[in-house]
């Protein structure tokens, strides 16, 4: 669409919709490329990437940073988005502020615009599903683990975990009685109203898998959040700013 733009004479920019921390990631794989020519490996020694106050480890890495064919297609985009006029994000600058700052400070970067937080507070898009899924020996663990805390719960389990469209197999591949003696002070569904249910006064707190607009959601109604990243960048995510944030 860069060339698009171009081609009809109309200024090129990005709507980024992840954070500024990420899109640091996603520029610096043009400076790593430039200097070793392959992608990441857990073996590499931590990153000291000017986007992240603190450095990266190589088992926060994005997961597509660790294999060929994602590793060439973000730093594809990298390319693309150098040529862009301005780069807008779904973030806000006292959520990241030295991201913000190495971004801004970069002579050979586009401008970057925060937008942010742009929510879905309706939650009408809240149907669109999501590709993480627990495996069914970490969903056990799971419900030992709440039953055994004794906290009210809310469990949105995505029914692809199961194999099955169907929330009622839950009984299937939880732990014996689970369902029957949590019934009191927990309820186990399928798709749930994620806003809806971090807006909430009862919630008290959300285990996220740290997609950000989950991250985004958690901040704007002041939920703190347990992480637990599946995939994709959620890992590197859930690495602070870097001002203890």
């Not at 392959?38 to 590499?44: G, K, P, V």
């Not at 401008?111 to 590709?131: F, S, W």
């Not at 014996?176 to 008290?204: D, N, Y």
Request: proline share 6%.
């Amino acid at each position: 669409m860069v060339d698009v733009a171009n081609e009809l004479g109309i200024p090129p920019y990005i709507f980024f919709t992840s954070g500024a921390d990420f899109l640091g990631f996603v520029l610096y794989l043009l400076v790593w490329h430039s200097q070793n020519w392959r992608e990441f490996s857990l073996t590499d020694s931590a990153q000291d990437i000017p986007a992240y106050a603190n450095v990266v480890t190589s088992n926060v890495l994005p997961s597509f940073a660790l294999n060929n064919e994602g590793y060439t297609a973000f730093r594809n985009f990298g390319v693309r988005f150098n040529e862009t006029r301005g780069i807008l994000i779904n973030t806000f600058s006292e959520l990241e502020p030295h991201a913000l700052n190495s971004l801004a400070s970069d002579p050979e970067l586009p401008p970057v615009y925060t937008i942010g937080p742009n929510l879905d507070l309706e939650g009408q898009k809240d149907r669109r599903g999501n590709m993480g899924v627990l495996e069914v020996p970490q969903l056990q663990e799971l419900a030992i683990a709440l039953e055994q805390s004794g906290v009210r719960f809310l469990w949105s389990i995505n029914v692809s975990s199961i194999g099955s469209e169907c929330s009622s197999k839950f009984d299937e591949v939880l732990p014996e009685g689970f369902l029957s003696r949590t019934k009191e002070r927990g309820m186990v569904c399928g798709w749930a109203p994620q806003v809806h249910v971090l807006a909430h006064k009862a919630t008290a707190g959300f285990v996220s898998h740290c997609g950000w607009n989950s991250i985004m959601e958690s901040l704007w109604h002041g939920v703190p959040m347990v992480t637990w990243p599946l995939y994709c960048e959620q890992q590197i995510n859930r690495v602070s700013d870097g001002e203890g944030s």
